[in-house]
């Protein structure tokens, strides 16, 4: 687990996952906690790059010496995106939930984070919808609302009217000043906290309403957490001031749920919590910070058992980790039904990471379908052995057509007994991170079931050992047929799509193509349907001798590639690819169909037409060294 050192919240959720009886080691998410590092990491961490990435590379290989069923990080303002793709790998197996208790607009430099996480959780509601991130709320302290809580909210004096603990930061130096002067005569507790002299007095000359705040008020040592709760209980009401870039609610807010107590608040979206009772709930507003006397009165009122648990720190650990802990590894039949679509061939070498990362999936609800191209090793004897352990119905093995690599994996696409929800290509030496079904599933439910949908992406490469070697280029031209036709954007390995794209490739036929992958984004975009490209990975993407296709994105790929180009090979292709759209029956828009006539026919003319022809339907590829390679094509009449 990685987590701030925030009073001792971090130890509070690891004392709870031990009495659960789990193993945690726990890493705080900053190298250092003096205010020069964390104003270095939340200004602009990227200077300090490489020693983030050695520090927290050196700390996992020390401390982290085990398998892990999780990885749960809470904030993690010093992971760098290289560090986090180090730990992808490394980790492949285990599942990685992400945790943010400030909001987005505090901290937009975390995004750069979510990426490489299974799951992003936000306490803040509207951070989930804008982002859309999963939502739970933070949690109180289970001694808060222990036996010895009672005793405590027994004996409490009421001491204060109204008391504040909390760190200087914003306006709250003047709203409490506000609130002073516009309440003189109640009794207030006042507590606030910076840990250095020095920032204080920076911030104080840069900011004028620092000079609002009572020097006596002001400490550089934080209050105890006993005598915080003390002063709590000995409070008639508890005053929250929240950050004006932040709607999420505060742990202060939270814990008053537990403690029975009064509050007020600067945030106003607390009205959209079921717990809000304006009998025990003051908003205020801060531009009128006045607290009505009959607030100050009233008693409060008790809440519901099942309202206060919902905010403990159990409801937090299922809203946000108990999934993947307390999994028993089944399938829900909720769940949308994934064929997935493996081939292989003399695949032992690598075949058991692939099935382990399969059955790895956050996603449980799915069928390996394997056709085997008559492999001469161990493949089909690894694969007999997990059949016999996850079962036939689980795993079916069918004998390929042994002709290439595409014509096997569109044996399996266009076998109509293959029924599901939802189809992806798998190849037999890749390991899929655990998110790759759920991240694929839960973006194609987003769009209408009625239209060809294809979901595919980049990777994460590595060596034949998982050791990082980089990511496959980022593309951002949109996937449409002007690209289909001459580019192939993404590898099936990361391609999941729906029945209607099944339904595409079905009555298409076994067709003379290249690649199945690239025939599958001509197809999808050909019909009108739609690609969504993640520019995330969630594959390690394994390079290896053995290997049919590879990255081939070294200086000597592009050779190899310029060099098959200007030998004809592009233009084999692309007459391949012509050849079969146009002996099939495939329903192309007539916007679609326009451009693939207006192809045929530019291929065929002069240097001229050639030239004019990409341009005037739109013909691109990805990037500007593909767009100067589809010219050359063009001018060398080798489109």
């Not at 602009?44 to 983030?52: D, G, M």
């Not at 007095?201 to 705040?213: A, E, G, M, P, Q």
């Not at 607290?291 to 100050?296: D, E, G």
């Not at 997935?340 to 379908?369: P, R």
């Amino acid at each position: 687990m990685v987590a701030p050192r925030y009073f001792k919240y971090d130890s509070v959720i690891k004392d709870y996952l031990e009495a659960k009886g789990f193993v945690v080691d726990l890493v705080n998410d900053r190298p250092y906690d003096s205010n020069i590092f964390k104003a270095i990491i939340r200004l602009n961490r990227s200077i300090i790059n490489l020693f983030l990435f050695n520090f927290y590379k050196r700390e996992v290989l020390k401390k982290c010496t085990r398998e892990y069923e999780l990885i749960f990080v809470i904030q993690g303002e010093g992971l760098v995106p290289k560090f986090l793709l180090w730990l992808r790998a490394k980790y492949h197996a285990t599942p990685m939930v992400y945790y943010l208790w400030d909001s987005i607009k505090n901290k937009p430099k975390l995004q750069e984070n979510f990426s490489y996480f299974d799951r992003v959780v936000t306490f803040d509601y509207k951070d989930a919808k804008s982002f859309d991130l999963d939502f739970a709320p933070l949690f109180f302290s289970p001694e808060i609302h222990d036996a010895k809580n009672a005793k405590n909210a027994k004996n409490a004096k009421n001491l204060y009217d109204l008391s504040f603990i909390g760190t200087v930061h914003d306006d709250r130096a003047l709203i409490i000043q506000t609130i002073k002067n516009n309440s003189s005569h109640l009794k207030l507790f006042i507590y606030f906290y910076t840990p250095s002299q020095w920032v204080f007095y920076i911030r104080r000359f840069l900011n004028k309403d620092y000079f609002k705040l009572d020097l006596n008020e002001l400490h550089f040592k934080q209050l105890p957490y006993d005598e915080v709760q003390k002063i709590r209980h000995d409070s008639n009401i508890i005053l929250d001031i929240h950050h004006r870039n932040q709607s999420g609610l505060t742990i202060r807010t939270i814990e008053t749920i537990a403690l029975g107590k009064k509050i007020a608040t600067t945030n106003s979206d607390i009205k959209h919590y079921d717990f809000y009772d304006p009998h025990n709930i003051f908003i205020l507003n801060r531009k009128n910070l006045k607290i009505p006397a009959l607030f100050f009165k009233t008693p409060y009122r008790p809440l519901p058992k099942n309202i206060i648990h919902r905010y403990s720190l159990h409801s937090f650990y299922k809203a946000t980790i108990g999934p993947y802990l307390d999994k028993k590894g089944h399938a829900s039949k909720d769940d949308p039904l994934v064929a997935i679509l493996m081939t292989t061939f003399n695949g032992e070498l690598f075949l058991k990471d692939q099935l382990d990362s399969l059955k790895a999936q956050i996603h449980q609800n799915w069928i390996l379908i394997v056709s085997d191209d008559g492999s001469s090793d161990n493949t089909l004897t690894i694969l007999e052995s997990y059949q016999n352990s996850w079962g036939k119905s689980k795993l079916t093995i069918h004998q390929g057509p042994q002709k290439t690599f595409s014509h096997n994996f569109l044996s399996l696409a266009t076998y109509k007994k293959i029924k599901a929800d939802f189809y992806a290509y798998c190849d037999q030496d890749d390991v899929w991170l655990p998110s790759k079904l759920s991240v694929a599933i839960k973006t194609l439910q987003k769009e209408s079931p009625k239209n060809p949908i294809l979901y595919c992406g980049r990777t994460t490469y590595v060596d034949e050992h998982l050791k990082l070697k980089g990511l496959s280029p980022l593309y951002n031209k949109p996937p449409v047929f002007q690209n289909a036709l001459v580019q192939s954007i993404a590898g099936g390995n990361t391609m999941v799509f729906n029945t209607h794209t099944k339904k595409l490739l079905e009555d298409m036929g076994t067709q003379e193509i290249i690649s199945h992958d690239w025939w599958t984004y001509i197809l999808v975009t050909a019909s009108g349907g739609k690609v969504i490209y993640d520019e995330h990975p969630h594959i390690l993407y394994r390079q290896h001798d053995a290997g049919l296709v590879g990255a081939n994105t070294s200086i000597y790929g592009n050779i190899s590639r310029l060099k098959g180009l200007i030998e004809g090979r592009f233009k084999k292709w692309n007459t391949l690819h012509i050849d079969a759209l146009r002996s099939s029956h495939l329903q192309i828009t007539p916007s679609n169909d326009s451009i693939l006539a207006k192809f045929v026919f530019g291929r065929k003319g002069n240097i001229y037409q050639r030239l004019r022809m990409v341009k005037s339907i739109g013909l691109q590829r990805q990037s500007w060294q593909g767009n100067i390679s589809l010219y050359l094509a063009a001018l060398l009449n080798r489109i």
